[in-house]
């Protein structure tokens, strides 16, 4: 996690600030700045047997709001991940049936989201926001160890996530905005399990999705000072989703 | 504001990992958390277990603290009789992990558990005989009563350890390639599909010498059904098909014929216990044949106690050779050793359902037997196991899979693969359970 994960959060401090600088300039751009973190516990369907397991990701990330118009504001995300099902998850098409107990995954996460803010009435506002995520992650691999032959295994997880949020906002409390609206998550993954073992070769691959699409959401959207915002969001989709995100207002 | 950047990353990372240990990863976790989607709650409802510390309350004072101290919160208290331990049943509604974090904190208290739930990790069938057949499960019990004959802890093939995974299919047809069966046998009758008598030429392939019924049974004799034995296959199907006399003999034709017979009727296991010291194509070819198309040959190693492997057993790339082990996981004194043996199994005083053509109607009729036969009776059982769960499985792969997963039980003499044992005694359980993969 190291390696990764703290020069990509300094470089994006560094980045993102004379990238801020550019909302002087006559392209009326305005970029915002941020990091977020979330966690998903989603419940899902896995292979073809459809086991219920749930899948669990933590995802810090690096956040640039980009204004292209008064109501729309597009978003690019990069980050670190982890990711692991919190159930044993069985690989029993293999030649030598293998078990992910909990393993985590983890990897790059990158993403691009959309936001629309249509209409406003009173303290009232909507917002509709779409968000893609998909992930590059590191495979894994294991020493498979019999009696008298050994092997390897080793395994991929690969998944996008969409996420689509219609909110309606309130903000007439000073500085503290509260929303609350539907969630719409499309996870589409798959595991890939792989071994060779003496002269015994096998691939299963495994996909999974989520196991229910729509959730309610809830959360808030906190004024600290003249620049910074900070937001928290909680979903409910059969299991938990939380995200707190932290912006930098310029 | 870079080092206020920092700190608030800091602080959404606290909070970040909170939330991501909330929901159900700690064991302390409520049930409703730990179980949710219809898998059993991991301990009983609403029920805690106080260990009261040595030198504390006794248990009388314990429950009138109790009672007073956490009134709303606990239904009923008793000191359980077994292990001493305080039971509590929670009023319902009442947050157990909360009033588990309380009692923990009493001073007299020197833990307390939920009442976790647990479930054998086996498969062990109701059969009447099933204690006698320590092939199968081996608790060194008395296995043979008249003889005395007890058997070495663990010495057996983990069947029941498969069993949690597998107990195969109706649609797996064992052929078994030998003397008949008793078709009318009581704990046979119901597993058997129509077969073919090719010594007399016609549909009925009845046993009218004995061994037949009691490898038949071995390999699938009707499973968890109160009576008789248990067959290692449990769900498979058996096809007769006699191919050898009334005292056990037969020649490579008649036996190249039933070979074929069985990979043409839906046989993915071919069972052959019998052989011969010849090698000829007669018997290859039919091998050769059934292999192609995809079945999975076992074949005895012999009794001869000799360095010679009899065929078929010892066509190499077509037959998985299995030598006898017995109740210790020593090497059988009959057995034929060779560098073909690719695995052992039980085949030393192995109980199973009999036939003696003296008493032809006698159906309940179960008794001992030694040979490589029935050796190859319980590696055919466990193949058909396999690929009842994994029916993607070539035979080639089949054949690896059997080998690799066995144990290599005379390690401390021969480690390795060796000319007596091959890889070893089947392992069921390695069969048929994943590995873990740390």
């Known amino acids: 996690m190291k390696n990764w994960f703290l020069p990509l959060v300094l470089l994006s401090t560094f980045i993102s600030i004379p990238a801020a600088e550019s909302t002087s300039q006559p392209i009326e751009l305005t970029f915002t700045p941020g990091l977020e973190f979330s966690y998903h516990s989603i419940a899902i369907l896995c292979g073809e047997q459809k086991t219920a397991n749930s899948f669990n990701l933590l995802s810090p990330k690096l956040t640039l709001q980009v204004d292209i118009s008064d109501f729309i504001t597009l978003e690019v995300l990069a980050g670190y991940h982890f990711a692991f099902a919190k159930d044993p998850v069985y690989f029993n098409a293999l030649p ?18 959309l936001a629309a803010e249509p209409f406003a009435f009173g303290d009232f506002f909507m917002k509709a926001r779409g968000e893609f995520v998909f992930v590059l992650e590191k495979d894994k ?24 949020d219609v909110t309606l906002h309130f903000q007439g409390l000073s500085g503290l905005t509260f929303f609350l609206g539907p969630r719409l998550n499309l996870l589409h993954g798959k595991f890939i399990a792989a071994e060779t073992v003496a002269d015994l070769q096998g691939q299963q691959e495994m996909s999974y999705k989520q196991k229910n699409l729509i959730g309610p959401l809830a959360g808030a959207v906190l004024e600290i000072g003249d620049n910074w915002e900070l937001t928290f969001k909680a979903s409910m989709l059969a299991r938990t989703e939380l995200s707190l995100a932290v912006v930098y207002v310029f | 504001m870079k080092t206020k950047n920092l700190l608030l990353l800091g602080l959404a990372g606290i909070f970040f990992f909170w939330a991501a240990e909330r929901p159900g990863n700690s064991q302390d976790s409520p049930n409703k958390e730990i179980a949710p989607y219809g898998v059993p709650a991991c301990f009983v409802p609403g029920q805690l277990v106080v260990k009261l510390a040595s030198d504390g309350r006794t248990a009388a004072s314990a429950n009138e603290f109790l009672y007073s101290r956490y009134r709303g919160q606990i239904q009923s208290l008793r000191r359980e009789k077994y292990s001493g331990y305080l039971l509590i049943d929670a009023t319902p509604g009442t947050d157990l992990a909360e009033l588990k974090k309380s009692l923990v904190a009493e001073k007299w208290v020197q833990d307390v558990s939920f009442n976790y739930l647990a479930s054998m990790n086996a498969q062990i069938p109701n059969e009447q005989f099933f204690s006698y057949q320590y092939a199968l499960l081996n608790n060194g019990q008395v296995f043979y009563p008249e003889k005395n004959l007890r ?38 009758k119901n597993k058997i599909v129509p077969g073919y008598d090719f010594v007399n030429d016609d549909t009925d392939a009845q046993d009218d010498n004995g061994h037949g019924t009691l490898v038949a049974s071995l390999a699938a004799a009707e499973t968890n059904n109160g ?6 296959g449990w769900n498979a199907s058996l096809l007769p098909v006699k191919v050898l006399d009334d005292q056990g003999n037969g020649n490579y034709l008649t036996i190249a014929a039933g070979i074929k017979y069985a990979a043409d009727h839906g046989a993915k296991v071919l069972n052959l216990s019998l052989g011969g010291d010849n090698d000829s194509f007669i018997l290859k070819d039919a091998c050769q044949y059934a292999f192609d198309k995809g079945c999975s040959l076992v074949a005895a190693a012999g009794d001869d106690g000799s360095d010679a492997v009899q065929f078929p057993a010892a066509y190499d790339l077509l037959c998985t050779a299995v030598g006898a082990s017995d109740a210790s996981d020593k090497l059988a004194d009959f057995s034929n050793r060779g560098p073909q043996i690719d695995v052992v199994a039980p085949g030393v005083w192995v109980y199973g359902a009999a036939f003696d053509p003296a008493r032809p109607t006698e159906l309940r009729f179960y008794d001992w037997g030694n040979g490589t036969s029935l050796a190859a009776a319980h590696v055919s059982g466990a193949i058909a196991l396999l690929i009842a769960y994994k029916p993607l499985l070539t035979n080639q792969q089949i054949m690896a899979i059997i080998k690799y997963t066995a144990d290599d039980v005379n390690a401390s003499e021969k480690p390795g693969i060796d000319m007596d044992m091959g890889y070893g005694r089947i392992n069921l359980q390695t069969l048929l359970s994943p590995y873990n993969l740390d």
Not at chain 1, 141 to 164: C, H, K, M, R, Y
């Open chain 1, 96 to 113: 030598l049936s293998l078990n992910w107990d909990r393993q985590k995954f983890q990897g790059l996460l990158l993403g691009i989201a």
């Open chain 1, 141 to 164: 691999a294991w020493e498979v160890t019999l009696p008298l032959v050994s092997g390897q295994a080793t395994g991929e997880n690969a998944f996008t996530l969409i996420t689509l």
């Open chain 2, 151 to 188: 058997g070495t802890m663990a010495a057996d093939i983990k069947a029941t350890e498969g069993w949690t995974w597998s107990t195969g299919s109706s649609g797996i047809i064992i052929a078994i390639i030998d003397t008949g069966i008793a078709v009318g046998h009581e704990d046979l």
């Open chain 2, 227 to 232: 009576i008789g034995i248990a067959g290692v």
